[in-house]
């Protein structure tokens, strides 16, 4: 199947500063990607819609000046999590549909603010 | 979206059929069944999906109701690896509503 490359897979920050979370299509393009979080023993909540080439969507009850979703390429989507605090770690992760069929998730980040 | 429904967890016998079920009482006749699995701390994983017939990929098989309000994925022969939380979701297929929405999922337990 197609492959969605995140990075870092795993981060460490101190508590106010900004982490920088990529997601990456290697082998397709992809207008539209999907930023999920997932507390532990949790399922996946959406976050936000991210478009290429325009505004983020995001889930009702999700700050969009806290993650700031960027969609600069069609195969590039970022989410900055911006004046991390303890309760912003989690396990983050990307998703992006191949056409119109099943989605292709990343490996993930985990986010670790102290 | 459409709801799904599955029980919380399941234990399976290692080199046996591993059976999970899910509800979909009211889904709508354009929403297909799709299958993710996550194995811990990994991203979800695409397994299988169908709209009204029966799949089977080298994965699973996907065997879906004549009403469509259920569903059952059988993993054929399990294995340890396939110890995972097994996410059913129904969504239409195509467009903006590409966007999936997890449920709570079955956590199945291959054991030895």
């Known amino acids: 199947g197609a492959v969605v490359s995140q990075h870092p897979s795993w981060v460490i920050c101190k508590s106010g500063t900004s982490v920088k979370i990529e997601c990456r299509s290697l082998d397709f393009q992809a207008t539209t990607m999907f930023w999920y979080r997932q507390f532990p023993k949790q399922s996946l909540m959406l976050m936000a819609t991210s478009n290429e080439g325009s505004k983020a969507t995001y889930e009702q009850g999700v700050e969009k000046d806290k993650f700031l979703i960027n969609h600069a390429s069609l195969t590039l989507s970022t989410l900055t999590v911006t004046s991390a605090h303890p309760e912003d770690s989690s396990f983050y992760i990307c998703s992006a549909p191949q056409g119109s069929s099943e989605a292709f998730f990343g490996q993930g980040t985990r986010l670790t603010v102290v | 979206d459409a709801k799904t429904t599955q029980p919380p967890s399941m234990d399976c016998a290692e080199g046996r059929a591993a059976n999970l079920p899910c509800n979909h009482s009211?889904?709508?006749?354009?929403?297909?069944v799709y299958w993710y699995r996550q194995i811990h701390s990994q991203g979800p994983q695409y397994i299988i999906h169908?709209?009204?017939n029966n799949e089977t990929n080298e994965m699973a098989s996907l065997i879906i109701t004549e009403d469509r309000k259920s569903s059952t994925l059988i993993l054929p022969h399990a294995t340890l690896r396939d110890t995972a939380v097994y996410y059913c979701i129904v969504r239409p297929s195509g467009g903006a509503t590409n966007k999936l929405i997890f449920g709570t999922g079955t956590l199945l337990a291959v054991q030895p």
């Open positions: 009211t889904i709508s006749g354009n929403e297909y």
């Open positions: 169908g709209l009204k």
